[in-house]
T-cell receptor, first 115, second 116 residues
Framework: SAVISQKPSRDICQRGTSLTIQCQVD?????MFWYRQQPGQSLTLIATANQGSEATYESGFVIDKFPISRPNLTFSTLTVSNMSPEDSSIYLC????????????FGSGTRLTVV | GNSVTQMEGPVTLSEEAFLTINCTYT??????LFWYVQYPGEGLQLLLK?????DKGSNKGFEATYRKETTSFHLEKGSVQVSDSAVYFC???????????????FGQGTILTVHP
């Protein structure tokens, strides 16, 4: 399965600032996904990032708040913009495995605290 | 729509006890089912999977059987260890078609704590 490197692993940020999270995969993948895990909660899909096209956002998430880049088949970034304490979460990227039925691989996550 | 419901936690067990974490689902198509585990401070790891009815996924002593008739995928382990302490997530994915294609739907997670 793919190996994902996600940076930073954690950060503490001031409200009103922005943070860009990087996700690097060791193989080319078509679809990459960004999830948010709020404290004590399950994972919620933010958006799907496809190379060469605009990201597709889920209900409740907008591009102005969570801009995503996907410049090639092994890399993506998620920016959390104009942060507030409510954005404190773990953010995870994910890629599909060898065929979707084989499950998805997740990065180790970025633990974000906004103060 | 698609949804996954897990038994409420947290679950606290003594070492070598039997573990069951219930998971039921609703899906608009024919899903593949997964259990993911999240150890403290880490990301998610795929624990096991099943892609069709009556399939049994197994890994590290954990098992789960895809029961289409009861729309369930309960996780079991015969003898838990302290190192199994983690959060366990049941999830599904629809194999093809529709707006949910390729997207994992997760349950709320169950915290498991195993004491020596």
């Amino acid at each position: 399965s793919a190996v994902i490197s996600q940076k930073p692993s954690r950060d503490i940020c001031q409200r009103g600032t922005s943070l860009t999270i990087q996700c690097q995969v060791d193989s080319q993948v078509t679809m990459m996904f960004w999830y948010r895990q709020q404290p004590g909660q399950s994972l919620t899909l933010i958006a799907t990032a496809n190379q060469g096209s605009e990201a597709t956002y889920e209900s409740g998430f907008v591009i102005d708040k969570f801009p995503i880049s996907r410049p090639n088949l092994t890399f993506s970034t998620l920016t959390v913009s104009n942060m507030s304490p409510e954005d404190s979460s773990i953010y995870l990227c994910s890629v599909e495995g060898v065929g979707r039925i084989y499950g998805y691989t997740f990065g180790s996550g970025t633990r974000l605290t906004v103060v | 729509g698609n949804s996954v419901t897990q038994m409420e936690g947290p679950v606290t067990l003594s070492e070598e006890a039997f573990l069951t974490i219930n998971c039921t689902y609703t899906a608009t198509g024919y899903p593949s089912l997964f259990w993911y585990v999240q150890y403290p401070g880490e990301g998610l790891q795929l624990l096991l999977k099943a892609t069709k009815a009556d399939d049994k996924g197994s890994n590290k002593g954990f098992e789960a059987t895809y029961r289409k008739e009861t729309t369930s995928f309960h996780l079991e382990k015969g003898s838990v260890q302290v190192s199994d302490s983690a959060v366990y997530f049941c999830a599904l994915i629809i194999g093809a078609g529709g707006t949910s294609y390729g997207k994992l739907t997760f349950g709320q997670g169950t915290i498991l704590t195993v004491h020596p």
